[in-house]
């Protein structure tokens, strides 16, 4: 292995990580909070935002990540990096909406209609008492759903996003280092998931202590 070779184009690597720890973080944030609006969405007693929240994670859930990229980039925007970050978010949205709904439906009932009685109101409620112990309970599929969008941010490379992928398939044309390059990189997508891995195991310890 001739990982010296592939680091003498170290300024393209370097800007293929940072390219790649901004849309996963952007693609995480966002996700979240969409994911976390569907969840309430599927679990809400308006039948429209029900059948909404339904039909967006059915329908997400089971295509493929890269057919989305491929469509945001082909319809909305021909910028790879902005294609990428949207689908990502799109498609990680769906399966975190499914873990946090899980997580909402494990809270005893009688915890919102207390909080109703209170005065508070449905969304008052939720966002207040139920999703706060909800985001708890859940942790761990959370955990695992980070961890899989920092891996999935490589498809941005199909389009040209300028991430850590798509900097290697670049160095292995250049290099023709083609093994060496892809095993090197992935020391640096190691990098990214082992320490999120630890931090999501330490949450979900300390959750369980407080809890």
Same mark, same amino acid.
């Given at each position: ?18 390219? +790649? ?7 995480? /944030? ?21 059948? /909404? ?34 689908? /990502?978010?799109?498609? +990680? ?11 909402? *439906?494990?809270?005893?009932?009688? *915890? ?8 508070? +109101? ?10 706060? *112990? ?7 599929? /959370? ?49 990214? +998931? ?18």
């Amino acid at each position: 292995m001739d990982f010296a070779r592939v680091w003498a184009y170290s300024d393209m690597i370097i800007e293929g990580l940072q390219v +790649t720890m901004l849309a996963s973080v952007i693609a995480l /944030l966002a996700s979240l909070f969409f994911g976390t609006l569907v969840a309430v969405m599927r679990i809400s007693p308006f039948k429209s935002l029900n059948w /909404l929240g339904s039909a967006y994670v059915e329908f997400f859930r089971n295509i493929p990540l890269l057919l989305i990229i491929l469509s945001v980039f082909f319809i909305f925007t021909p910028k790879g990096w902005i294609a990428g970050t949207i689908g /990502l978010t799109i498609y +990680t949205t769906a399966f975190i909406a499914e873990a946090i709904r899980a997580g909402i *439906q494990s809270i005893p009932k009688g *915890q919102m209609e207390a909080a109703r009685s209170t005065g508070l +109101t449905y969304g008052q409620a939720m966002i207040l008492i139920i999703l706060p *112990q909800a985001i708890k309970v859940v942790i761990p599929p /959370l955990g695992n759903q980070f961890l899989n969008l920092v891996k999935n941010s490589s498809l941005l490379a199909m389009v040209a996003g300028g991430d850590l992928m798509y900097q290697a398939d670049l160095i292995s044309s250049i290099t023709f280092k083609t093994m060496d390059t892809y095993v090197f990189i992935a020391g640096f997508y190691l990098i990214l +998931t082992i320490p999120l891995s630890f931090l999501v195991k330490y949450l979900e310890k300390r959750f369980a202590l407080s809890g």
